[in-house]
């Protein structure tokens, strides 16, 4: 049996098994990372700017999975009175916006987030392409799934595209020249996470070589922090000098495991970068 048959067949067993509403030959024919980033590098759409902050103290919030269904619950509106509470600046978005990728699905999600009132970016989750379209809509919305801004000359934020749970030879190329060009604090932005609290699951990224590859680069450039989302919850492990989170989720269903209903906020301040834990009550 072919690979492809073979994938088309776990997935349809899994489709009649969720009730999901996901586009079976769309998930299989959907353009692969390699074609998206290479897409992405070229300019089209251009990359998003870096938000006005004060350059000396600015607050930013870090989360994944909103992953809304037809009803649109989500705690994106909890999340809205912390903004100013907290006095954040801007916040960022790992992927899975929403769960099966309809129109009537990423409408929604898009118009919660602008409710939100501040700066968001956004990169892409393995569920953002559950429909054949999911990739243009995306782009349209949100534009490139893989790009870099630098805040107030202080902070380097570089969101990756690990929506297939890998990461790819181009987007490897790219990510190191904007590690190794990087005088600034430096934080990878993603959807998959290299490694989950003590022990490795299932829910990382997919090839050891890739994460071997990943933690030796993340160590020589003195990468502040690899973070994730995809797993609805909280983990932190510091792997080598290099902050790993899994920073929590926005979703309204159960967790797949420990805290999590919340997100984690950096604090930049005095020329250093600090970060905690915040948990919804």
Not at 136 to 150: A, I, Q
Request: glycine fraction near 8%; include cysteine.
């Amino acid at each position: 049996m072919s690979s492809r048959r073979a994938e088309m067949l776990c997935l349809a067993a899994l489709l009649a098994f969720c009730a999901c509403e996901w586009d079976l030959w769309g998930i299989v024919t959907r353009k692969t990372v390699e074609q998206r980033v290479q897409e992405n590098l070229t300019g089209q759409p251009p990359a998003p700017g870096p938000v006005s902050v004060n350059p000396d103290s600015f607050r930013f919030a870090v989360f994944g999975d909103p992953q809304i269904v037809h009803d649109n619950v989500n705690m994106l509106g909890r999340f809205k009175q912390d903004i100013a509470a907290r006095d954040i600046d801007f916040f960022c978005v790992l992927g899975d916006l929403t769960n099966d990728a309809t129109t009537d699905e990423v409408d929604s999600i898009k118009l919660d987030l602008d409710r939100v009132g501040v700066p968001c970016y956004v990169t892409i989750g393995n569920h953002d392409l559950f429909q054949a379209d999911g990739w243009e809509r995306f782009k349209e919305n949100y534009g490139p799934s893989c790009f870099r801004v630098v805040i107030a000359h202080r902070i380097k934020l570089i969101f990756l595209d690990t929506a297939d749970g890998t990461i790819g030879p181009t987007q490897f190329d790219w990510l190191e020249k904007e590690l190794r060009d990087s005088p600034f604090i430096k934080i990878v932005l993603t959807h998959y996470p290299v490694y989950d609290g003590e022990e490795p699951i299932m829910w990382r990224l997919a090839s050891p070589v890739e994460r071997a590859k990943l933690q030796s680069l993340l160590g020589k450039y003195d990468v502040y922090a690899w973070c994730a989302g995809h797993i609805h919850g909280w983990r932190h492990a510091v792997v080598e000098g290099v902050n790993h989170f899994t920073c929590g989720t926005m979703a309204s269903g159960e967790l797949d495991y420990g805290s999590g209903k919340g997100y984690l906020l950096f604090t930049f301040a005095h020329d250093s970068l600090l970060w905690q834990q915040v948990v919804f009550e």
